[in-house]
């Protein structure tokens, strides 16, 4: 991304249609591949060209885009098309908010997310090595069918865009597409955006008459010919946009190996597109690292885990585990099977093992939930172990209360905490206990009640089932083996 502004550039990016083929309530430019809508990764490659305005033409769920671009892009301006349909109306009521500008106006589908800063520049740079008053971005491809056709001269420009619904048979055959993205000087647009009428198949204002009108006032429109197809990919359905997210998933994993990840089945591993991988972390399989999660170096990840807005930390393993807006400290250690859910800091080598969950809790420098335990609204110091079944019971049905446990504490088996309850420092508990108040600190809390056996019980209340039969024959050998054992005395 350059840090000097282009004062001689414009980006006009199209986001105003319905997208009926999606057949859904959300619009289709706000549809997510990557960790970001589609009109995201266009406003993100249109940024890093760093253009004097950014204009968004909205129309179709005018609120819910505006928003989105608001969020995604705070200093673009969002123009309202009106009632009059087409490409050529929505480039014209954007041209409107150009009043002053001089330069080139780069035009951009929101749905078309490929398209990255790379490609763009060198677009751009094709554009203005020439004396064309248009250039169209275009591409060969084996199936042309719903794509304008590109018609060429005799001197290899452009002669004419045919939208495929007003194209004869000769003009259908064309291989080569319109891939939706042009650059303008911007007085080839207000001289001929005007003039563009409704008179074609679909009624309406199409952009790609202004080409064929500067050609007849003797301009010159020049094609730039992408050698990557998938570049001009756009999203018009469901499939597409599967398609297009598989396509965009391999460009960043291909990238973070060649940052020196490892990453063993990049057909199995999503990252979106704001993650970041250091060199030397391992991605194992069915994998998916999502949002701004961050993993350093020498961190292993996987098989089957999910990371959304998380941190990993330098050396830490992270197995088979869910895990949200968590901080995994150096060295630590989170898995199998584990739910890591917001809030959650587990500090350096410690440990959240198999099947625990943890919720809006600190887990101090080497301090252990090694199994089977819930743990919400809790401080852990450093050092503590806590044994298998722990739960921290926070929630009295009214409000949140937190339990904090200090250094170095040993909690037994089957522990409950009912907090609001703290325990000291070097505190020990036994196995089974439910801690209702504070344990001070080098304290043994016990909860322990004497044991009852009501004999006979099951023979007399759970009559004719199999546990009354074995029991029946078990007191029956017990009485004639204590009997036998009289006799010998």
């Known amino acids: 991304m350059t840090d000097t502004p282009d004062n001689a550039l414009a980006v006009i990016v199209l986001a105003a249609g319905q997208g009926t083929r999606m057949k859904s309530s959300l619009p289709k430019v706000l549809h997510r591949i990557g960790g970001r809508p589609l009109v995201g990764h266009v406003l993100a490659s249109a940024a890093a060209l760093a253009p004097a305005r950014t204009l968004v033409v909205v129309r179709h769920e005018r609120d819910q885009v505006a928003a989105a671009v608001a969020d995604l892009a705070p200093d673009a301006r969002v123009v309202d098309q009106d009632e009059v349909p087409g490409t050529g109306r929505a480039v014209e009521v954007a041209l409107a908010q150009l009043d002053g500008f001089a330069g080139d106006v780069l035009v951009l589908s929101g749905d078309c997310p490929l398209a990255d800063a790379g490609t ?21 491809v084996d199936d042309p069918n719903g794509y304008g056709r590109v018609i060429r001269d005799a001197d290899g420009d452009v002669a ?151 941190e990993v930390g330098e050396g830490a393993t992270v197995r ?63 050092g503590v172990n806590l044994g298998a079944g722990a739960i921290t019971a926070n929630y009295d049905d009214l409000a949140k209360h937190r339990t904090e446990i200090g250094d170095e504490v040993h909690a037994g088996s089957h522990n409950v905490f009912v907090a609001p309850v703290r325990i000291g420092d070097g505190a020990k508990t036994g196995a089974g206990a439910v801690i209702r108040k504070d344990v001070p600190a080098g304290a043994l809390a016990l909860s322990v009640a004497p044991q009852r056996n009501v004999e006979g019980w099951v023979e007399k209340n759970r009559p004719g089932t199999g546990a009354a039969d074995v029991a029946a024959k078990a007191r029956s050998a017990q009485k004639a083996d204590d009997g036998a054992q009289e006799e010998d005395r």
């Open 120 to 140: 763009l520049t060198a677009f751009l740079a094709a554009h203005r090595t020439t004396d064309a008053e248009v250039t169209v971005m275009t591409a060969v």
């Open 160 to 310: 004419r865009i045919v939208e495929q619904k007003d194209a004869d048979d000769a003009e259908v055959a064309v291989r080569e597409i319109n891939a939706g993205m042009y650059v303008f000087r911007v007085d080839a647009l207000r001289s001929h955006l005007p003039a563009i009428g409704l008179d074609n198949a679909q009624a309406e204002k199409y952009l790609t008459d202004v080409a064929g009108l500067v050609r007849r006032a003797g301009g010159r429109v020049a094609a730039s010919l992408v050698d990557d197809v998938t570049v001009t990919y756009g999203v018009n359905d469901r499939a597409q946009l599967s398609e297009v997210g598989r396509l965009l998933n391999a460009r960043t994993v291909r990238r973070w190996q060649l940052e020196g990840a490892t990453i063993l089945d990049p057909a199995t591993t999503w990252i979106d597109v704001d993650a970041k991988l250091a060199p030397d972390v391992t991605v194992l399989p069915n994998t998916h690292i999502l949002g701004a999660t961050v993993i350093e170096t020498g961190a292993i990840v996987g098989p089957d885990t999910s990371l959304v807005d998380c």
């Open 320 to 382: 088979r585990t869910d895990a949200t807006l968590a901080v995994i400290g150096a060295g630590a250690t989170v898995g199998p099977f584990a739910y890591v859910r917001p809030g959650t800091y587990l500090g350096a080598k410690g440990k959240i093992g198999t099947f625990v969950e943890t919720k809006n809790s600190t887990i101090g420098e080497g301090s252990k939930v090694p199994h089977l335990s819930y743990i919400g609204d809790t401080t852990i110091g450093r």
